[in-house]
T-cell receptor, first 112, second 115 residues
Framework: QKEVEQDPGPLSVPEGAIVSLNCTYS??????FMWYRQYSRKGPELLMY????GNKEDGRFTAQVDKSSKYISLFIRDSQPSDSATYLC????????????FGTGTKLQVIP | NAGVMQNPRHLVRRRGQEARLRCSPM?????VYWYRQLPEEGLKFMVY????????ESGMPKERFSAEFPKEGPSILRIQQVVRGDSAAYFC?????????????FGEGSRLTVL
């Protein structure tokens, strides 16, 4: 079993739709939860960062973490064609150093 | 403020040749990470380095792969005697000494093709 599981998609939605992206994980030591966005032929960039359980909102993006279920989500409201990218969930342990474990990524396409 | 710089962006090698990938971290960043990305497999951790030290190389194949981050100059990921299975995108990321855990700043990657 992989430490982090993510549906690879692809996911295709019409412009303006609400998008839900999800990851599950098995390592209880993960404390930091992130979503990275990767445009085609580019490097990933940090989109959302949360520590432990709870919600975090930033504009059209909301990240949710449920540590009891080992489940994290990213919601995108009013999706735009510019949101078309691959979204990677990522997780890290507390203490030690910043080793980050990534999901396989979900490819999202927003159709105008 | 320049971001993480990787070169070359594209590299073509024949089987058995050597590949050298370079990474200059963001200014002020002392931590460097190398990841490999294959289609449908996400980013796989390879190695974590600080200046002149390898901290964790648990994700790097034991043979043919090596990495360094010298006191002066960029970090180098070296692949000797490349095979077709080494074809992938190799991403370098950096972070500051006291940044948020897990916040990595990525370069645009080096795409290696082995013929």
């Amino acid at each position: 079993q992989k430490e982090v599981e993510q549906d690879p998609g692809p996911l295709s939605v019409p412009e303006g739709a609400i998008v839900s992206l999800n990851c599950t994980y098995s390592n209880s030591a993960f404390q930091y939860f992130m979503w990275y966005r990767q445009y085609s032929r580019k490097g990933p960039e940090l989109l959302m960062y949360t520590y432990s359980s709870g919600n975090k909102e930033d504009g059209r993006f909301t990240a949710q973490v449920d540590k009891s279920s080992k489940y994290i989500s990213l919601f995108i409201r009013d999706s735009q064609p510019s949101d078309s990218a691959t979204y990677l969930c990522a997780m890290g342990n507390s203490g030690g150093y910043q080793k980050v474990t990534f999901g396989t990524g979900t490819k999202l396409q927003v159709i105008p | 403020n320049a971001g993480v710089m990787q070169n070359p962006r594209h590299l073509v090698r024949r089987r058995g040749q050597e590949a050298r990938l370079r990474c200059s971290p963001m200014k002020g960043h002392s931590h460097v990470y190398w990841y490999r990305q294959l289609p449908e497999e996400g980013l796989k951790f390879m190695v974590y380095l600080q200046k002149e030290n390898i901290i964790d190389e648990s994700g790097m194949p034991k043979e043919r792969f090596s990495a360094e981050f010298p006191k002066e100059g960029p970090s180098i990921l070296r692949i000797q005697q490349v095979v077709r299975g080494d074809s992938a995108a190799y991403f370098c990321a950096s972070s500051p000494y006291q940044g948020r855990t897990g916040e990595l700043f990525f370069g645009e990657g080096s795409r290696l093709t082995v013929l």
